[in-house]
Each structure stands twice: as structure tokens, then as C-alpha cells.
């Protein structure tokens, strides 16, 4: 009906609603398609829109491989583009890179503008989420706790609850890192406890955090079907390097319920994720581990 009628705010508001639908559920190659046609019918329209951030976390969070995403960044660049978000995902991407330094000093250029201008749920986010996962990604779960800690305790004092149940979930997955158990697991019930039904990538981190927990007490019954129904949700997203990511956590949780078959098998369906994103860094700790399973199974 808006088509038929030409009315470019009603497109707008129809797509972008369709936009924010897809963010939640993870489907985020809809996504992609659906902030686009936002921003072209904001522009028809003569209509101010801040849309990029948006349109840059799409890409960044679902199939696009990261070669893509940083063209694509660099397109938005050269055409002035300017939005936090545009250099929280490079740094990102870098970091699936190995760019650690470059990717660390984006971030912290960027927290610093955040917090000039007092954007403090932004701040929040990034900082309990980004730099969570570039720490991670570069082997410092010390770090990542810390940038956590600071995150949620943000969210928390502004009342916010959707990122803080996400920041939540990756604050238990550093504490899980540094074998701090009790820790990762309550927050992992906070993220339980704050996440949206429908949020699945909250829905699946909790749940990677409990099941790895579990595993770790000797409850496996219990953390093979958490882990399981991570893996479940996933798969029903776009969400390819979190589902690396989750196949990644079963195969931890199958190698300490004594499965080495079956962890071979999780390794592979993360590695085949992580190859598709192009995220360099994990398909490498991926492969590595393989590698090592594969030659323990060998005859010698």
C-alpha cells in the first residue's frame, strides 16, 4: 500500500521497523536489506536519518565475509560518512584479523568520543561488548573481564537492559576464560535473567556460558543439552561467527564429557564458520585444535 502510494516517510518507517524485527531475531542478512531500503526511502524523502551504524552492524554480525565488511566500511568513508559504530566495527573486523594494536586504538579513540559526549548507553555497549570481544580475540580474557566489568556496571546504573543482558553474557564468557566459575555462571544467569525470549544471540551466549560451567563440574547430561540448544537458536540466525562460536563451546563441552569423535566433528562445523566470515583468528585456534586431535587419533 505505501508503495502504491508513493509515500516515502510511511516506507521508512516500514522498513526500519523491519530492521530492528530482524536485529532481534538474528536474521541479520534481512537486516541488511531492510536498513538499506530505510535509508533510500529516508533520502527520497528528504528526511535527516542516522541509519549507518545500523546498516555497518548488519554486515558486520552476519554472513558478509570481513573482507567485505572493510570495503564496505572504506566506501562509507570516502563518501564522508561519519558514525561511531562505522569504527567500532572496523576495529572488529581488524580484530578477526590478528590487528590487535590498530583494532585496540580505534576502540579506545572511539570509548574516549562516547564518553565526551556522554553517550552512555553507546559507551556501555561498546566497552561491554566490543572490547570484550577483541580481548578474547587476542588471547587476554584478563583484559576482556576488566572492559566487562566496566561495561554492565554502566548499563546497569542507566537502567538499560537489553545490551546489558548481551554485555552480561560476554562478561561470563572472559570470567569462564580466567577459570573464575562461580562468576561466569552468575552472570550467565544474569544474562538468563535480563535477556529478551526473543534476543537470540542473548539466548544462545547464556547458555554456552552455563553448559561450559556444567561441564566443568561433571554435570554433562545437563550442559550437552544447553550447549545443544545454543547450537539450536543459532542455527536458526545469520549469525556466522557466533555460530562458530557455539559449535566451538560444544566441542569444549564434549571433550570433557570424554566424546573425542564428537569434538571433532563441533571443531569442523566451527572451523567451516569461521572460514566463511573470514574470521582469521579463530579458524587458526580452530584448525590448531584439530590438528592436535587428529594426530592423538592417529595410529602412531
Known sequence: MFEAAGDEL?????????????????????????????????????LPHELMGWRSAMRFFGTTPVSEV????????ERGARNPNLRA????ALAMLGRFDEARA?????RAELADRGSGIWLGALTGQAS??????AGDPAAAAEFGAEGCALLDELGERSMLSTAA?????????????????A?????????ASDDMFTQMLWRQVRAKVLARRGEHPEAERLVREAVAIGEKTDL???????????????????????????LEQALARYERKGNVVMAGRAQTRLTELLHAAAPQ
Open 106 to 110: 580505534i576502540l579506545a579513540e572511539v
Open 240 to 266: 556466522l561467527d557466533p555460530q562458530g562460536n557455539v559449535y566451538a563451546d560444544l566441542a569444549e563441552v564434549l571433550l570433557l564429557a570424554g566424546k573425542p569423535d564428537e569434538e571433532v566433528a563441533a
Open 10 to 46: 510511511a516506507l521508512y518507517t516500514a522498513y526500519l521497523a523491519l530492521g530492528q524485527v530482524a536485529n532481534m531475531r538474528a536474521q541479520i542478512d534481512a537486516g541488511v536489506k531492510a536498513y538499506d531500503q530505510a535509508a533510500a526511502h529516508a533520502q527520497q524523502a528528504g
Open 132 to 137: 570484550v570481544d577483541l580481548e578474547l580475540l
Open 70 to 77: 572493510l570495503a564496505w566500511l572504506d566506501e562509507q568513508g
Open 89 to 92: 566495527h572496523r576495529a572488529s
Open 169 to 185: 553474557g560476554r562478561l561470563a564468557q572472559a570470567l569462564y576464560a580466567l577459570d573464575r566459575l562461580d562468576e561466569a555462571d
Open 187 to 195: 552472570w550467565a544467569r544474569r544474562s538468563e535473567e535480563l535477556g
